[in-house]
């Protein structure tokens, strides 16, 4: 039988002796703090640019449907006309209030005031 022994200077030297050899960095290049920021950066960039051609294909599938063409008549406000006057008389029976959203955004009115001989776009139902 053999015995080994082995004084604490000799069990360190040991030790270290399977970490010298090896290095984290095999090339011996060592980048500064400005060559790992770019690297940084290039690494979310990339991971920006995957993530969002990821995102666009996820909505492949959906289609925005464009509604059929709207046909308008064009009127000339008169004195005491409002939006909602103009819009009870072309709505048939119909929601007024959504009228008069339509004529508003049609014609990019931030209000609802209108002026005497103002020309306004209706759309037809």
Not at 4 to 13: F, V
Not at 56 to 64: E, F, I, P, Q
Not at 67 to 83: C, E, K, N, R, Y
Not at 87 to 94: H, I, K, P, V, Y
């Amino acid at each position: 039988m053999s015995t080994l022994s082995l004084n604490a200077s000799n069990a360190q030297t040991l030790i270290n002796q399977g970490f010298q050899g090896s290095s984290t960095n095999p090339s011996g290049v060592h980048l500064t703090r400005r060559g790992r920021l770019a690297r940084t950066l290039l690494v979310l960039s990339l991971a920006v640019v995957l993530a969002s051609v990821f995102g666009l294909k996820a909505g492949a599938g959906t289609t925005d449907s464009v509604g059929a063409p709207t046909s308008f008549i064009q009127v000339t406000v008169a004195p005491g006309d409002t939006l909602w006057s103009l819009a009870s008389r072309m709505a048939d029976g119909g929601d007024v209030r959504s009228l008069v959203d339509e004529i508003a955004s049609v014609n990019s009115l931030s209000t609802a005031e209108v002026q005497a001989g103002q020309k306004l776009r209706i759309p037809l139902r």
